[in-house]
Every structure is written in C-alpha cells, then in structure tokens.
C-alpha cells in the first residue's frame, strides 16, 4: 500500500447552513447570544515550529529592547488550525482549495489515458509573443531525423565543442539550444522512409526546417540494449498561420511548467529558459494539439508534454457535492466570517484569538535542515478518491483521475498523531528545496519522554448563539475529550513535529451546556448518528493520542541518483492510500455523547480536577518566576565560584578549567550537565542565607518535578550577573 505522513477527511455530500446566518449583527444581539473571553493553555506535547515572519529558521518571537526575547505563537496559527477542525465538525463547505488545472506526463503504461490522448495528431510550431498575448506559427506535424545522421552530417560542430557527443545528446540545455540556433534558417531535408506511423528524413534538398532537440530521455546505447531515444524532431517552414493561444490554456501550461508556483522542481528548468527568450521576443519550440474547430486546446515543450487534465478540483469537488459552492454562509462563515469577492458580500468574524505566549522560556531542539515537501494534487492515486482495498490496492483496473468528470477529490488533508520522537533526513542547507529550522522543546535522555511547556492565550468572542459557541469548545477541545486527543500546528507535521493537546478555563457545568446545545443542533441538521459519520470517524482517529502507526506515515522515496521511484512503482501496481479507520491497527475512535448521564458525571470530575491542577502549576511557575526576580545580587558571584568547584571537584572527564569555558561548554551540553550539576552546586550553597529562598526548587528537584528549563532559567540568570 501506499504510504504518507497525512491522510484525508472525506468531503460530506451534506453542508449546513445555519437559518440565522442573515441575521448576523456585530451590534443587535441574539436572544441566546454570549460575548466574553475564554483563557487557553496549549501544551506541547513534541517539538513545535512556527516560522518567525522575519528570523525564518528561528520560533516566532518577539524581542524587547531589554533585548528579552519571548516565544509565542501567532494568534492566525491558532485561528486556522481552530477553523480547520471546525470546518470538519460542523459539515461546512470545503471552501479554500487551488482550482489551477493540474497537468500530468505518465508514460508507465500504453494503455492508460495519458497515452491514449498524445497518441492524437500533434502538431508543432514556434511560439511567440504578440502585443495583445501569445500565438503559435503553425508548422504542420513534425517530422524526424536520426540521432547518427546528425552525428554524420555535424561532426564539425562536435570539434567545435557546441554539440559535445561525449556528454550524450541534450545533458546539459546550452547544447540543445546552440546547436538549433546555429543551423535554424540554412538547413534543408530529404524525405527517407516511414517508421512506425513516423516520417523519417535525413539530410538534402527538398525542404527546408529546423532540427528540434528535446532532449535525451533515457541515454544512448548500443545494441540489444538500444532502447532509448534515437530520434530528433525536425519543423518544418510554415506557411506562415498564426494560431492564437487562450489566455486559459495558455495559463494552464505555466501551472503545468511550475511558473509562478512556490516549488521549483528540476523539469520547470526547460520553461526558466526558455520564458527569458519569450520576454526578448525570441520563437519558441512547441509541440500542441487542436480541438474540433481548430484552436490549440493544450501545448508543450516535448512531443510527450505535460497534458492538463479535462477537470479540475473544482470539479472534483462539485462531484461530491454541489452545497460546497452554494453562496449562503455555512458554520464556520458564519463565526469566522468570510468575503465573497464575485458577490461583494463580507462579513466580520465575531471570534478573535490573542498571540499564545510561552509561559517559561522553552528549550531550543536541534537545529534541522529537511525537505519539508509532499507529493502534489496531481498525484491521483492519493488525491483523488479511489476503490480501495484494505489491503492498499484499488479494486478496478483504473484510477479515478481528473480526465473523469465523475472523479471525486479525496477531502480534506489532515497530519495524523505520530508517537516517535521527530528525526528527519538532514538535508544541506545550499540545496533549493531544503529548510532549516529550529523546533522548540527537548526530550528527556533516559526516558525518552517528552518536556513538556505551555502557551497561554485567550478567545474573545462577541455575540455568539450558544450552538456557534459550543461548535468553538468542540473544536477546541474535541467535543471535551482533549486528554484523549491531539491537535496539530505549525511547520513540519508530517515529521511528528506540532503535536499540541487545548485545555480551556471555562466550568465543566458551561462546557456541559454549550457542548449539547451544539451536538442537538448537528444530530437534527446531519444525522441523529452525527457522532458516528465517517467524517468524525476519520477526523478523531487520526487525533487520537494512542494512535500507533508511524510505520505507515513514511514518505514515499524518490531518488533518482539510486534509481528509486515509489511514486512510479505504487502507480503501476495500482496502489491507493486507505483511509486511517481502513487500516489493521486503528482502533476507530468517536467522541461519546454528552447527553449520557456517566458520561456527563466523568466529564465534570475530570474537568474540576484539570483546572485545579493547572491553575496550581501556573501558580508555582508565577511564584519561581517572582523569586528569581528577588534574588539578591551577591547571588551570582557566589553560585558561579559553586559551580566551577563542583565541576572540577565532579565531572573530571570533561575538561572544564576555568568557569569562562564552563559557560562555553554548557551551551552545547545543557542536556548533560544543566539539570544535575546546577542542583547539586544549589546543595552546596543550601545553608547560606541568600539561597534560602531557593528551596522550593530545590524540593522540586528532589521529587523529580523541577524541569530543565526551571534550571536553565537559573543558570541564565547566572550567565548574565
């Protein structure tokens, strides 16, 4: 089966519409309706990254001009990911997608559509640019010349260096091109022979045309091996008719070709090249095709180019459902608020959330250079909805792709909770697709476990009917089951980075309350079974904190330099991606009802118990912060002599030899050193006076309970006196 580090909700064919939408008023209140404030703790429960909008590899973060520098996360990154899981819950439309026509190049099978549509006449010609947009002069069907004639008939470019045999046809593109631009106008040809449906020439005095080189597709070989390409292309002189190219077909082969788009890969570099000749008003080599009343319906710059497909998401979409483009405001527009550019219509979102600021300065993982890529839409055997099996194969003999106007887009995309602690391929940082970044948090060497941190932050929301209110709390909270599950954020997810648990100070009593108004109101608009859909099925499995299947959250491979490609391998078997509930090892999770009486009893208990215990905890993080404020100036001088004896006294392996060095070292050490050899330079100095006030910490250090980051706070406080 096919293997990826995301997995998909599928799109309901039912959208709600609130029947109070219209009525949405930042100044005339709902009967029912509930302005206020909720305070929330995200807890990281792995390292987490969000890219700071100008230090790029480093968190979001702000500094003061005391040169204090505090982590937070952006209140959009909480509202998006808040929205995205609401959007799900609440059966609103799928409304933010890329509806540019994807393209496609499969030649893995004779058979398949791809080939079947460029085994149609295709035409060539040279593309230029006009003052009101692009035409092509029309060259009729190429012809083809051998790769040895040309070997034969330009031995003097060779000598010259321009056509290089050694490096094999086309290795690099300044071959290619100078070779046509050296013989465009002065050669002429002669027909030879047919071969396989081709015109083959060689080189006379009939006609005159310009030889085309597209490249070498698999490399020259000899013999019983001779099976790549040995073929060039030949245009012949036009007779001078323009066909004109539709801006929309003409924007389909820049999506196709990467122009614009935020990816560059390796075969967008043909089109680098050649748009610079475009933009200087130089003629293009194009292969294309017509439609019935002659028009370019789809061009390229090979004879097997990259074909668009018939339809786009869009389509794939509509297929599903047509609700999710109808133009009344569902759920999620309806709190979030929207802007419908055709219609004119906006509305103000009546929720806003804070900036989440880190409630301790958090440790800093390692910094990391990856690829953070993923495959694209147009890769149909995961995009697009397929019949497939359990065991990861589809039950026909055909994709489902975007060639069909019955296909069906996959739904939405969603990163599932992974248990193993993040560790990508390193990447170097010159090359083009990679990114470095630095995570925050920290493992615990010896068990492994995470060290956790916390954000706090706040929801402000303004005339909210009890039903919307309680659509927020379930998103938040996972219809109140946020111990049991999981949300995902920021950068890198699809390695394991990102993972968050929400926890709301809001009374279970409230909770209780507004959590029913709003499942009542989705049992009576979905389904009675609302809580048993696939769409929640999916979405709570794949959140689910006990969910253990990183073995199959694995990119697929590609690598040319090993001759390694998944993506062709898994296409040709007609392999498909299951849905996270299909796979052996889930156990399918669904939230319970909270009109269930045991449940609302358990719910209630747990909720007083958590709050209790989280306002306990930021309390003591007040007090520590409080105290090392207090501490008296003499502090530093003292504890730094503690702690260069204790070291030299103690760690006799490390070469620490005088404390300039120590603190040099323990920057590139704090997992080593920090959390016990600070504590125990603390015992040294207990019965002093001015560590008096240290002893809080040191109790919670001899229960277990004091973190890294308690003490590394200390050791910065040390570093700065």
């Not at 909770?417 to 010896?446: A, M, V, W």
């Amino acid at each position: 089966m096919i293997t990826a580090p995301f997995n998909f909700v599928p799109l309901s064919e039912k959208v709600f519409f609130p029947n109070w939408a219209d009525r949405v008023s930042h100044d005339i209140p709902f009967s029912d309706g509930e302005s206020g404030e909720i305070e929330i703790t995200i807890t990281a429960k792995s390292p987490i990254f969000i890219r700071d909008h100008k230090e790029k590899e480093e968190f979001c973060h702000h500094i003061y001009p005391n040169g204090k520098k505090e982590y937070y996360i952006p209140a959009t990154s909480v509202k998006g990911m808040v929205r995205n899981v609401l959007e799900i819950m609440s059966f609103s439309k799928m409304s933010f997608f890329n509806d540019d026509t994807y393209a496609v190049r499969d030649m893995s099978d004779s058979q398949n559509f791809y080939m079947k549509e460029m085994k149609k006449s295709t035409f060539c010609g040279w593309l230029k640019k006009k003052d009101n947009g692009y035409v092509v002069e029309d060259c009729g069907t190429p012809a083809r010349i051998r790769q040895d004639e040309l070997d034969n008939s330009f031995a003097t470019y060779f000598k010259r260096g321009i056509f290089d045999e050694k490096v094999e046809y086309n290795k690099t593109a300044e071959y290619k091109y100078e070779m046509l631009k050296d013989i465009k106008l002065t050669q002429k040809f002669s027909y030879k022979k047919k071969d396989n449906g081709k015109e083959i020439y060689i080189i006379g005095d009939e006609r005159e045309g310009t030889i085309v080189l597209t490249g070498q597709s698999s490399g020259r070989k000899e013999g019983k091996d001779a099976n790549g390409k040995i073929y060039e292309f030949i245009f012949f002189k036009s007779n001078g008719e323009e066909l004109i190219i539709e801006e929309e077909v003409f924007d389909n082969f820049k999506f196709a070709y990467f122009d614009g788009r935020k990816t560059q890969p390796i075969e967008s570099s043909d089109w680098t090249y050649w748009k610079k000749k475009l933009e200087n008003d130089e003629e293009v080599p194009v292969f294309f095709q017509k439609d019935n009343q002659g028009k370019i319906k789809h061009f390229g710059l090979s004879y097997l180019y990259k074909l668009p497909y018939k339809y786009s998401i869009k389509n794939a979409i509509e297929t599903v459902s047509k609700e999710h483009f109808d133009k009344r405001a569902d759920l999620a527009e309806t709190i979030f608020g929207f802007i419908d550019e055709d219609s004119k219509k906006a509305l103000k979102g009546r929720v806003q959330f804070s900036h989440f600021k880190a409630d301790t300065k958090p440790p800093i993982f390692k910094t990391i250079t990856t690829v953070l890529g993923s495959p694209r839409a147009s890769y149909y055997p995961i995009y697009m909805k397929q019949d497939c099996r359990t065991n990861g194969t589809i039950e026909s003999n055909e994709y489902n792709t975007l060639m069909s106007k019955k296909t069906e887009i996959r739904g939405r995309k969603r990163y599932p909770i992974q248990q193993k602690i993040p560790n990508p391929t390193i990447h170097q940082r010159d090359e083009k697709s990679s990114t470095t970044f630095q995570p925050l948090g920290t493992y615990d060497k010896e068990s492994k476990l995470f060290n956790e941190f916390t954000f706090s932050g706040k929801l402000r929301y303004h005339n909210l009917r009890k039903a919307e209110l309680g659509a927020i709390i379930s998103a938040l909270t996972f219809h109140g089951n946020s111990e049991e599950f999981y949300h995902s954020i920021g950068m890198a997810k699809p390695y394991g980075f990102g993972k968050i648990s929400i926890d709301i100070d809001m009374s279970a009593k409230k909770q209780i309350e507004l959590l029913q108004t709003y499942e009542e109101l989705m049992k009576r608009e979905i389904s009675n079974n609302w809580l048993e859909t696939e769409q929640i099925k999916e979405l709570f499995s794949m959140a689910s904190k006990g969910l253990n299947i990183d073995d199959k959250l694995k990119y697929l491979i590609l690598d040319p330099t090993k001759s390694t490609d998944e993506f062709r391998e898994h296409k040709n078997s007609k392999r498909c991606l299951p849905l996270i509930t299909k796979l052996k090892k889930v156990s399918v999770k669904t939230p319970s009802s909270l009109f269930d009486a045991k449940i609302i009893e358990s719910f209630i208990e747990k909720e007083n118990n958590k709050m209790e215990q989280l306002k306990k905890e930021k309390e003591e993080t007040r007090q520590q912060q409080e105290l090392l404020n207090q501490t008296p100036k003499s502090f530093s001088k003292e504890f730094k002599k503690a702690i260069e004896n204790y070291i030299k006294k103690s760690c006799k392996d490390l070469p620490y030899y005088d404390y300039n060095h120590l603190k040099l070292v323990l920057n590139d050490r704090a997992d080593d050193i920090i959390s016990d050899d600070i504590y125990y330079a603390y015992e040294d100095l207990e019965d002093m006076d001015s560590f008096k006030k240290m002893r809080t910490l040191l109790i919670k250090r001899d229960k277990n309970k004091a973190t890294d980051l308690e003490l590394a706070e200390l050791y910065n406080l040390l570093i700065k006196g």
